[in-house]
């Protein structure tokens, strides 16, 4: 029995050994999973929980979990070795935003710590900016306050919009006797005398408001432990001061470049820094200085935590080798053939040998090349199972992040933007612990800002980890689907080659990708769009397949409202496969009936209205009215050609091109040529299932043609992808069925 106990446990020690901080300085700094290598980590081990093992011995079995509880030993003597961080912005400019909210008393928030209000997070090494080069604001630095994505600093260029810029936001410095005061631009152009803080270089002040990627903030550090007696070098750029045991040390503040100063530490002292920026730029301005910086280093300018020992660095080393023994023994306890291993290990290790090195311009071909080869082994090797081409998908996952071209672990939305919004909701979710959302009645997308809220209690404030798990699995999906189809075709490889290539570009270019990474509400429908299509190639569907079916459908909406026509189609296809088993059909109804509900009800509790949102009708998303479009045509012909060229992805108009690139429009001319034809065939040959058939034909129609009417430029292509998803798939099944005589 016990066997059998530590044989199930076996499986679960490596998820359970990454939770705590392993090797920090190599980003191995425990849940949340927030950086490339634990989400990878986090990935191998969910593989290894989930894939069928081998029978064990005992002893083996042992050996390992003892290993797993050294291991938690000494992430617990890591965990001591670190700050605590408490990041504020109680001096930071406010915007006038309708929605704005802002932590302004105590701890900022941080999904590093989420339900600690005394702690922003653990900093593990004080190693921030610490080689800034100027005009790069917060956006090139890895001071990761993911915080700043609160509706509270939602600044940008109202004029440009042909509004007005609010002159009134209290953003410059002024000396105050013996303190300094924030006032606002309007404030200064009626008090010319007012004498301004001196950074050290000629600050303009401009009748803009502040830029997001150049804003104020401050933080505190408290050590842990206490440190051993040594010197340590701070470099910085804005102003410091050091508390330990016996003294405190007023560092001169510097803002023009980085200044560094020599700190002796005395043995058992305590350590508390207070740091702060102050200086905050205005709106398309890029100042000729460095952004903040901080950095604890040794006397050769070595990244140093002073409260690590030697004995302590050692420990760390031996807590990776103890990692690597147990990630390798679960690895080797799963079922599997040797050679895939081989490959799929190979492979994963290659590209994260060269990962550094590999040019970005090269990862998109890397990228291709890999998924022709899972194609060739799915295709043509008859492989059938995702978890054979785990270290080929994880390959793949890795480039289609690396080519993003960012800096920052952490992505500073753009100001008046839809992604700043969520996000902001998303942590006042968290924050207030309600479901209210920042929003008593909804206007914008409901789903969106909960669903991102519990991927970040997972990883963290960081853009990365998110844009990574994203992208595997969507692979992940994808590749299944394509194992489905090849199950079903006859002697029809190369199109399906063809179009696995094809649909896996269109998800991949720079724009695509950037829809993720940026967290537009879209790129969760196209993963349960891929999910969906998985199922509609599956012959038999049971009781659990409706459940998850329907609920994917319900959630789908929830996140995307605009999709519903042709989510209702989908839900039609799907009711005509299960209408022989009529439990199946009421259980489903159910679900969807009850999901599409949640918006009416969280407006009537938060809002005192029973109604699905604000009247859409009167937003400004709402471009091309049906009335006029049928009554008023010359007037509103040039708008129905903007919204048609955007629709079609026509690779002839300059607007397309200039937000979506070239290739882009090449894959949706390819998908829709390629659905023209086979719908055309199909209508012309064969007679059976002529329902089925023009549903099929329908499906991406259903999620396009909102778009006549509504937004569809803006942030190109998020609002088109899942139509020619569906279109792709239509044509797929389409052709797939008529081998089999099924149409």
Not at 20 to 49: A, T
Not at 219 to 239: F, T
């Amino acid at each position: 029995m016990l066997t059998k106990y530590t044989d199930k446990s076996f499986r679960f020690l490596p998820l359970l050994a990454i939770i705590g901080p392993i090797y920090p300085s190599l980003g191995l700094d425990g849940f949340p999973f927030n950086n490339r290598i634990e989400v990878l980590l986090f990935i191998i081990s969910l593989f290894c929980i989930f894939s069928e093992s081998k029978k064990s011995k005992s002893k083996f079995i042992y050996f390992i979990n003892f290993l797993f509880f050294v291991s938690a030993l000494l992430s617990y003597v890591n965990l001591q070795n670190s700050f605590d961080a408490c990041y504020k912005t109680d001096q930071t400019p406010t915007s006038n935003f309708e929605m704005s909210f802002n932590i302004t008393n105590g701890c900022q928030f941080s999904y590093e710590m989420p339900f600690n209000k005394e702690v922003t997070r653990n900093d593990f090494a004080l190693n921030f900016n610490s080689d800034p080069k100027n005009a790069r604001g917060i956006d090139f630095t890895n001071w990761n306050l993911y915080f700043f994505n609160q509706t509270g600093f939602n600044f940008y260029n109202k004029a440009f919009y042909g509004g007005q810029n609010n002159l009134d936001i209290k953003m410059h410095w002024i000396s105050k006797g013996n303190d300094f005061e924030r006032v606002s631009y309007n404030y200064l152009k009626q008090n010319n005398s007012i004498d301004l803080f001196d950074y050290g270089f000629v600050n303009i002040v401009e009748p803009v408001e502040p830029s997001r990627n150049w804003l104020s903030f401050g933080v505190n550090w408290n050590s842990k432990s206490s440190v051993k007696k040594q010197d340590i070098l701070i470099s910085y750029v804005g102003e410091v001061k050091i508390k330990t045991n016996n003294e405190v040390i007023i560092l001169a503040d510097s803002y023009k470049e980085v200044s560094t100063a020599k700190i002796q530490l005395e043995d058992d002292t305590y350590l508390e820094i207070d740091y702060f920026y102050r200086y905050n730029a205005g709106i398309n301005s890029y100042p000729n200085i460095p952004y903040g910086s901080f950095s604890i280093t040794d006397l050769n300018k070595k990244s140093l935590n002073p409260l690590i020992t030697p004995t302590e660095s050692i420990l760390q080393i031996i807590n990776l080798f103890l990692l690597v023994i147990i990630f390798l023994g679960a690895i080797t306890m799963i079922k599997t053939q040797k050679y895939n291993l081989i490959l799929n290990a190979s492979l994963l290790l290659i590209i994260l040998f060269f990962y550094e090195k590999i040019p970005n311009s090269l990862t998109d071909y890397i990228e291709i090349l890999l998924i022709g080869l899972i194609a060739y082994l799915i295709i043509y090797k008859g492989i059938n199972r995702v978890g054979n081409l785990l270290g080929i998908i994880l390959s793949v996952s890795l480039l289609s992040v690396k080519n993003l071209n960012v800096f920052s672990n952490v992505l500073y939305s753009v100001g008046g933007s839809d992604p700043l919004k969520y996000e902001s909701w998303s942590q006042q979710i968290v924050h207030f612990i309600s479901l209210q959302g920042g929003e008593n009645i909804f206007l914008y997308q409901p789903g969106y800002r909960y669903l991102i809220s519990l991927l970040r209690l997972f990883f963290g404030d960081s853009h990365i980890a998110i844009s990574l798990i994203g992208r595997f699995v969507f692979v992940v999906l994808i590749i299944q689907l394509f194992i489905n189809i090849s199950k079903r075709s006859k002697g029809q490889n190369i199109f399906l080659y063809i179009n696995l290539i094809i649909l896996y570009i269109y998800f991949s270019t720079y724009s695509s990708k950037l829809n993720l990474y940026s967290s537009l509400s879209e790129w969760p429908t196209w993963l349960i769009g891929l999910a969906l299509a998985i199922y509609i190639f599956k012959k038999d569907l049971s009781f659990k397949d409706i459940i998850f079916i329907s609920s994917l459908i319900g959630l789908c909406f929830l996140i995307r409202e605009n999709q519903l026509p042709g989510l209702l189609i989908l839900f039609t296809i799907f009711l005509l496969k299960i209408k022989k088993q009529k439990q199946f059909v009421f259980v489903s109804i159910a679900i969807l009936g009850t999901m599409f509900s949640l918006p009416f009800i969280h407006n009537l509790v938060f809002g005192g209205r029973f109604v699905l949102n604000q009247d859409v009708f009167t937003s400004g998303y709402y471009y091309l009215s049906p009335r006029d479009l049928l009554f008023n045509y010359l007037e509103v012909k040039e708008q129905l050609i903007f919204q048609l060229s955007f629709l079609t992805a026509n690779p002839f108009y300059e607007g397309v091109t200039v937000m979506a690139g070239k290739i882009f429009p090449i894959t949706v001319l390819f998908i829709l040529f390629q659905w023209i034809f086979v719908a055309i065939q199909s209508i012309f040959n064969g007679t059976s299932n002529k329902v089925e058939k023009l549903l099929y034909i329908l499906l991406p129609l259903g999620f396009l043609t909102p778009h006549i009417f509504y937004q569809v430029h803006t942030y190109f292509p998020r609002h088109i992808i899942q139509g020619y998803l569906f279109m792709n798939v239509a044509t797929l099944y389409i052709k797939t069925r008529s081998t089999e005589n099924e149409l």
